[in-house]
Nanobody
Framework: QVQLVESGGGLVQAGGSLRLSCAASGLTFSSYAMGWFRQAPGKEREFVAAISRGGSSAYYADSVKGRFTISRDNAKNTVYLQMNSLKPEDTADYYC??????????????????WGQGTQVTVAS
């Protein structure tokens, strides 16, 4: 049974930082691209960042480029999202996702087979 468990969310002041983690089990982690998506209240889920299976390539939404960094540790079956210079508009539930196959459509939710339950991030102004 595949499980993706996010952690690290919370309340932070604007300009602050948070580091999200997503621990995976039940799958061959290094065979999956990993992504982070977010969903704010009343809005659709949107792509945030993704990383290739080996970690050599990373992709970001324009809204977070230069502020967020995605990384992975295949030995620990964990993907991270370091979020710096947080803004109130970053407030959302953040979800990690695992995608098999070789598609390069990292920003598309259909690319991903498994999803975590999410962790809440609130950025206060």
């Amino acid at each position: 049974q595949v499980q993706l468990v996010e952690s690290g969310g919370g309340l932070v002041q604007a300009g602050g930082s948070l580091r999200l983690s997503c621990a995976a089990s039940g799958l061959t982690f290094s065979s999956y691209a990993m992504g982070w998506f977010r969903q704010a209240p009343g809005k659709e889920r949107e792509f945030v960042a993704a990383i290739s299976r080996g970690g050599s390539s990373a992709y970001y939404a324009d809204s977070v480029k230069g502020r967020f960094t995605i990384s992975r540790d295949n030995a620990k079956n964990t993907v991270y999202l370091q979020m710096n210079s947080l803004k109130p508009e970053d407030t959302a539930d953040y979800y990690c996702a695992a995608g098999g196959g070789s598609s390069n459509s990292y920003s598309t939710s259909r690319r991903y087979n498994y999803w975590g339950q999410g962790t809440q991030v609130t950025v206060a102004s």
